[in-house]
């Protein structure tokens, strides 16, 4: 029997060689890097979950610029720490940490509010804040589904009350951090309020789960893109690519099932994934490249225009999503 084995391992070795060398080649190796040289001396960059993955690797590389970055996180300490490191490592002091729950709209309200109240300015909100792997139930403060909720909800509050300022900065910009599993919805989404058993106590109980809440994101830039068409305050989304960040540590929050999934899978996960510096490029493309200047509305991956999802092009969509969201933070539109 050990001899059969070694006989298959023989044959299944070299392909699963070759398969990785494809995959590092397509995925990792082909990976490219913001190339802007922008200097970004007095100017102000709020970057939501910047004390952890991308929005970290974020936050250094706009410190380094001269950006006076605001570090709105749910962790103080974890962000106190952050900034403390990003200001010894690029000699930049104007790294700010602000207390942001993004899955509290009372705590989006009084971040937006002491911001306003405290700073003149606002040139890049990056919205790069998620959270994926949940408890089934789990809900936000107001009772939303706790990835769309914090993913989209927060966010949307958030970039609405924050836009006089974006405007009176501008050029400026919004980015949101969507994701690549936005095409992995497959029928439109259902803005129904109520569950129609009526045993669900979740409002809008069928904008659930994280792919739902990244399309919301790719069709909230689409739709905000519209209505800023007359300014010069440019919306984008993108897709940062798979990355291995502290995300996958909430994996095993969940249930047994994907506890142990998770740690079986980590080792492999680790070769598979971009870390995160390459993972925070195309955020930074995004958020410093003059080209992304003209292509507000777009949807960008691997740091270029790339076509999202047949639903995220749905301008109807996009505007019913508004429309929802609006009732739902109770925003007056």
């Not at 689409?222 to 798979?242: D, F, Q, Y």
Request: glycine letters at 6%; proline letters at 3%; aromatic letters at 10%.
């Amino acid at each position: 029997m050990m001899a059969a084995l070694s006989s298959v391992l023989k044959w299944i070795m070299p392909i699963l060689v070759a398969l990785y060398g494809v995959w590092y080649w397509q995925i990792i190796a082909s990976r490219r890097y913001c190339t802007s040289d922008a200097l970004l001396n007095g100017r102000t960059a709020i970057i939501t979950g910047g004390n952890s993955g991308i929005g970290r690797e974020t936050a250094f590389d706009l410190a380094k610029r001269g950006a006076r970055v605001i570090l709105a996180c749910r962790n103080l300490q974890k962000a106190e720490d952050v900034a403390k490191d990003i200001k010894s490592s690029t000699g930049n002091s104007e790294v700010v940490v602000r207390h942001l729950d993004l899955s509290s709209l009372q705590s989006v309200r009084e971040f937006a509010q002491q911001f306003i109240e405290t700073e003149d300015r606002l040139d890049l909100l990056i919205n790069n804040a998620g959270v994926a792997f949940v408890k089934e139930g789990a809900v936000t403060k107001e009772n939303f589904d706790m990835c769309f909720g914090t993913n989209h909800f927060g966010h949307f509050l958030l970039t609405n009350l924050l836009l006089e300022l974006l405007k009176k900065s501008a050029p400026s910009r919004v980015i949101n951090v969507s994701s690549g599993g936005h095409e992995a919805v497959f029928s439109p989404l259902n803005f129904t309020r109520e569950a129609a058993d009526g045993e669900s106590q979740i409002l809008y109980p069928y904008l659930d789960g994280y792919f739902k809440s990244k399309l919301a994101n790719v069709l909230f830039s689409r739709e905000l893109a519209r209505r800023l068409k007359s300014t010069s305050v440019t919306s984008v989304s993108l897709h940062p690519g798979v990355i291995y960040t502290p995300i996958w540590a909430t994996m095993p929050n969940v249930n047994w099932i994907w506890t142990l999934y998770y740690y079986l899978s980590l080792p492999f996960v680790r070769l598979l994934l971009i870390d995160e510096t390459a993972g925070a490029q195309t955020t930074l493309h995004c958020a410093l490249d003059e080209s992304v200047a003209e292509l507000s509305g777009k949807y960008f991956d691997n740091c270029a225009e790339k076509e999202p999802s047949t639903f995220a092009q749905d301008d109807e969509l996009a505007k019913e999503l508004w429309t929802v969201s609006c009732e739902a933070t109770g925003l007056k539109c």
